[in-house]
């Protein structure tokens, strides 16, 4: 029973491509995050969304857009892809208020832009 | 403004001997703070949270915040140990992290 899943597991494109990855968490959270991290495994925050409403947006490129149908579902659109976007992107879930800190990581996409 | 410094990027120990990972923080206010692991091939997981004070996996990290640090600590290296440890800061409803430190333990 996969608690945060993320697909697609692996994306290799080439620039100037646009492409999405999608996160859904079974936990029954309401906050849902996206983050980065780059080839020396450093880790930062993207965006976080609570029940369907973006309340932190760190300082990304308009060509990452997040967008959340519903409290189980982020999805992660990045247009015009660059180089420098390849990474691997980690969804999170918490549940706000409540152990709010204890993030739960979703299994990452590796991203590889040629 | 708010950080977190791990210092050691790789840190290699044989089984059995102590090891400590360090972070230090920089923050003005009371801090949140947590240590999450990422064995080879699994996702992120939380560790432990220095709220709790509990031992995990024989980790304990201690909150010192005369010098601002939260370093891992476990007396006995296994081998399966071997994984990249964050620290992180929670601060607004999100999580920030330190650079990683990959402890490797040798047999």
């Known amino acids: 029973d996969t608690a945060v899943s993320q697909t697609p597991k692996y994306l290799v494109t080439q620039m100037g491509n646009d492409k999405s990855i999608k996160c859904e968490q079974n936990?029954?959270?309401?906050?849902m995050y996206w983050y980065k991290q780059d080839s020396k495994k450093f880790l930062k925050i993207m965006f976080s969304y609570n029940n369907k409403e973006l309340i932190i947006n760190e300082t990304v490129p308009n060509r990452f857009s997040p967008k959340s149908p519903d409290k189980a579902h982020l999805n992660l659109h990045i247009n015009s892809l660059e180089l420098g976007d390849s990474a691997v992107y980690f969804c999170?879930?918490?549940?706000?208020?409540?152990?709010?800190?204890?993030?739960?990581f979703g299994p990452g996409t590796r991203l590889t832009v040629t | 403004a708010q950080r977190v410094t791990q210092p050691e990027k790789l840190l290699s120990v044989f089984k059995g001997a102590p090891v400590e990972l360090k972070c230090n923080y920089s923050y003005s206010g009371s801090p949140e703070l947590f240590w999450y692991v990422q064995y080879s091939r699994q996702r992120l997981q939380l560790l432990l949270r220095?709220?709790s004070r509990e031992s995990i996996k024989g980790f304990t990290a201690d909150l010192n915040k005369g010098e601002t640090s939260f370093h891992l600590k476990k007396p006995f290296a296994q081998e399966e140990d071997s994984a990249m440890y964050y620290c992180?800061?929670?601060?607004?409803?999100?999580?920030?992290f330190g650079q990683g430190t990959e402890l490797s333990v040798k047999p």
């Open positions: 220095h709220i």
């Open positions: 999170a879930s918490s549940q706000a208020g409540r152990s709010s800190y204890e993030q739960y």
């Open positions: 992180a800061l929670s601060l607004g409803g999100k999580l920030i």
């Open positions: 936990l029954g959270h309401d906050t």
